[in-house]
């Protein structure tokens, strides 16, 4: 809860815009790789391993976070400076490897809502990797590239040269 909260205040003291899958591209499937806890959580490192593997995945109409799903989201994007992020999060975003003097943060809404579970905002490191930030932990996404064929991830058929007609 602590987390949303944060959350909350960041993007309360920022102007937002809605954005398109082009402006910022959040679309697709993510999956949970690691964690940083950078100061008080509410989830210990035990529980917060547990985390690590689960999946994501957002669209123009679907937002889902490990058992939370959203049937309409929409996505407002900010801007923030590292010292708003700081004031925001209490952690520098040094801290979570984003080295950007600029950063943008999604905050993802339900039916026009906020959306008060894990995932509902979103910190941009770099256009593969995200931070989400719940209960005090910063989750770090990273967007799974692999298609599935057959079974297969494509770039396992890739690699062994296998044709499927």
């Not at 209490?90 to 801290?95: F, I, K, N």
């Not at 999604?106 to 579970?117: R, Y």
């Not at 910063?138 to 396992?156: D, I, N, P, T, Y």
Request: hydrophobic share 40%; net charge negative.
């Amino acid at each position: 809860m602590l987390g949303s909260l944060l959350s909350l205040v960041v993007m309360a003291s920022e102007p937002s815009q809605e954005i398109s899958s082009s402006a910022v591209d959040v679309y697709g499937d993510w999956e949970i790789v690691g964690y940083r806890a950078l100061g008080i959580s509410a989830m210990s490192s035990e529980e917060a391993q547990q985390w690590v593997g689960g999946k994501a995945s957002y669209s123009d109409s679907m937002a889902t976070f490990t058992d939370e799903s959203c049937d309409s989201p929409s996505y407002h994007w900010s801007s923030v400076t590292t010292e708003q992020f700081f004031r925001s999060f209490r952690v520098s975003p040094e801290a979570l490897g984003i080295k950007a003097t600029s950063i943008g943060i999604v905050k993802v809404l339900c039916q026009g809502e906020d959306w008060l579970v894990p995932g509902n905002i979103l910190i941009e490191k770099n256009q593969d990797t995200f931070f989400t930030l719940w209960d005090g932990i910063f989750f770090e996404l990273e967007r799974h590239r692999s298609a599935m064929k057959f079974g297969f991830r494509l770039e396992v058929c890739q690699s062994i040269n296998l044709i499927i007609t």
